[in-house]
């Protein structure tokens, strides 16, 4: 399973400043520079109490480089850990080679699959794979298998009826899928097609996802699934992928990779990813845990930022998060109801007028708080 991260209030002031810096105002800023630890760790996070609610900015930006090399292939979880690389954070791929040993599959968000014509399907994105990376990921990693993002992309309501409804069209799709991937060397796929469909076919759907896990499992090949969360952000609704639908897949995938993340919006910003309802995304899905070891919680590894001077969000990846500790050393709030961390902060640095203020979201305390 994996693990959710926080919100940042951020209160941006403005004020025109114009000045230059004597020797000694130099010898003063230069002194407030946060320090950053160079070397590796000789003892991991846990130990050197670096896993707490109350989290200070200096101890962020002291500790974020120095992990424990000595003991980067330690697990601390036995059950499945999948970890996804993505183009706009490729600081994943180092991650992953260097952390491999910590996750049970790596999914690089690589590919798509197209429909061109009746039981004629294409899987592209093929220019992105990095046969090399997989290769030292494999090295450094035993036992780790590789399975990539396979998205159904531009995908119109009468392909998908066109497909659900035939078995030969079925049949095409899962050799498609196991012919690439036994040329490329993968070792199956996270399969992320439930959101294109909507609510409509989904018995057609089941159908669907029951045989290409059986074609894959047929080639020693896993077959996993990316669900969008169980209950609908901000209400108590069901959400498109509910405990009938899990029931009748639970028994011939290999995972659910839950999407319990991205809870607020740009028009209503918030949390991340509230406890609760991550809890209860969880416990629709299934009630009686029959099935908790193949449910993968969603944990993003990245922020949010929300402006409050327009409907609009943008990511935040922890470089920037890092950058933003540095320059303001905001205080960081543990919101116990949410079980995030929240940040508020004053930007003077701009000129003649006033930025609004933001809510961000980010990483979690384990490793750097949230931001």
């Keep these: 399973m994996r693990v959710l991260l926080d919100v940042l209030r951020l209160a941006l002031a403005c004020g025109f400043v114009h000045a230059t810096l004597s020797k000694s105002d130099a010898k003063k800023a230069a002194s407030k520079t946060l320090l950053e630890k160079t070397q590796l760790a000789d003892r991991p996070v846990q130990e050197r109490g670096l896993v707490v609610m109350d989290v200070q900015a200096e101890d962020v930006v002291l500790e974020y480089r120095s992990y424990c090399s000595a003991r980067v292939r330690e697990r601390h979880f036995d059950g499945a850990v999948l970890g996804y690389v993505t183009p706009w954070n490729s600081h994943g791929y180092d991650v992953a080679k260097t952390f491999g040993s910590k996750f049970t599959q790596v999914s690089p968000v690589w590919l798509q699959l197209k429909r061109r014509g009746r039981e004629m399907f294409e899987v592209t994105g093929l220019h992105d794979v990095d046969q090399g990376w997989m290769r030292a990921v494999r090295k450094n990693a035993k036992g780790l298998r590789i399975v990539p993002r396979l998205l159904f992309e531009n995908w119109t309501y009468d392909d998908f009826r066109s497909v659900l409804d035939s078995e030969d069209e079925i049949e095409e799709l899962s050799k498609t899928m196991v012919q690439v991937a036994k040329n490329q060397h993968f070792d199956g796929f996270v399969v992320e097609v439930w959101s294109q469909l909507l609510s409509q076919k989904q018995a057609g759907l089941v159908h669907m996802l029951t045989h290409v896990a059986e074609a894959l499992h047929q ?19 069901l959400g498109m992928f509910t405990h009938k639908e899990f029931e009748q897949l639970a028994p011939v995938l290999d ?11 740009a028009q209503q910003p918030g949390p991340n990813a509230p406890l609760s309802w991550v809890r209860a995304c969880v416990q629709v899905l299934d009630p009686k845990s029959k099935w908790r070891s193949k449910i ?7 922020g949010m930022d929300y402006s409050a001077s327009k409907d609009a969000r943008e990511p935040i990846v922890g470089s920037r998060y890092i950058q933003m500790l540095k320059e303001h ?6 919101d116990s109801q949410a079980a995030e961390h929240v940040l508020e902060y004053k930007n003077l640095s701009r000129c003649g007028w006033t930025l609004p203020g933001s809510w961000v979201s980010g990483p979690p305390s384990g490793s750097w708080a949230r931001a």
């Design 329 to 334: 050393r905001p205080q960081l709030v543990w």
């Design 255 to 265: 995972g659910f990779s839950l999407m319990t993340y991205d809870y607020s919006t």
């Design 296 to 302: 993968l919680l969603g944990l993003n590894f990245y």
């Design 219 to 237: 080639a020693r090949l896993l077959a996993m699934l990316v669900i969008p969360p169980s209950v609908t952000p901000g209400t108590h609704q």
